[in-house]
């Protein structure tokens, strides 16, 4: 009786290996690696905010959303830190951070937050040198895309060496318009959700749905 329990049990444990060990399915979208793969940077942020800066040149104020962060490289090698941020809302809409976004709007914003280490999304990327004492901050800003924001999405790209390629159908990497491989990079994604409408806009809490590193 012994014998033939140890020998189910073998059974299943050889079974698992094998699962484990196969390949993923062709097509299959890929995941990023559940251990170190590549470096990484340290990256903290807040919650998205609302504010309303009247610029030179504009008639009237104008609403804008930003959610500062701070980046910090304790990989043991400098590395370049080139952030690609984008807005997802509820319709569909994708915006990136900091496109032609007035000075004036992160003047505003540095006065807000009272923190004078805080740089203007223009000049953040370079060279991030290691140690919690080369540790930079800024801000990521993106003019309102509507009064109701409802429930949207923040990706950060450039925190992570780790890249992956999608395969085809035929278990080949799939490629672009070009004929290059496509390419996939380890990506910070941010859900937020606001509860309350474009009556008060500003005042509702911005509640963190959930927070995931995805491949994109």
């Given at each position: ?97 900091d496109d032609n976004i007035p000075p004036a709007v992160f003047a505003a914003i540095k ?61 080949q990497p799939a490629k672009d318009a070009d004929g290059n491989p496509i390419m996939l ?32």
């Open positions: 009786m012994i014998q033939r329990l140890l020998g189910f049990l073998l059974v299943a444990i050889c079974l698992a290996a094998v699962a484990d060990a196969a390949p993923e399915p062709a097509g299959s979208y890929p995941t990023p690696s559940l251990y170190p793969v590549a470096w990484q940077f340290n990256f903290d942020h807040s919650a998205p905010k609302r504010i309303v800066v009247k610029s030179p040149g504009d008639a009237t104020p104008v609403a804008y959303w930003y959610m500062s962060y701070g980046v910090t490289n304790t990989t043991g090698q400098e590395r370049m830190f080139l952030p690609y941020i984008l807005m997802l809302t509820d319709d569909g809409t994708l915006i990136r951070s006065n807000r937050e009272n923190n004078k280490f805080l740089e203007s999304p223009t000049t953040i990327a370079g060279e991030l040198r290691v140690g919690e004492d080369q540790a930079r901050e800024s801000v990521a800003i993106w003019r309102e895309p509507k009064a109701r924001m409802g429930a949207f999405m923040i990706f950060i790209t450039g925190l992570s060496g780790e890249t992956a390629t999608i395969a085809g159908a035929d278990g990079r380890k990506t910070l994604q941010l859900s937020y959700k606001i509860a309350g409408d474009e009556v008060y806009p500003g005042e509702d809490a911005v509640n963190g749905e959930s927070e995931a590193w995805i491949m994109r």
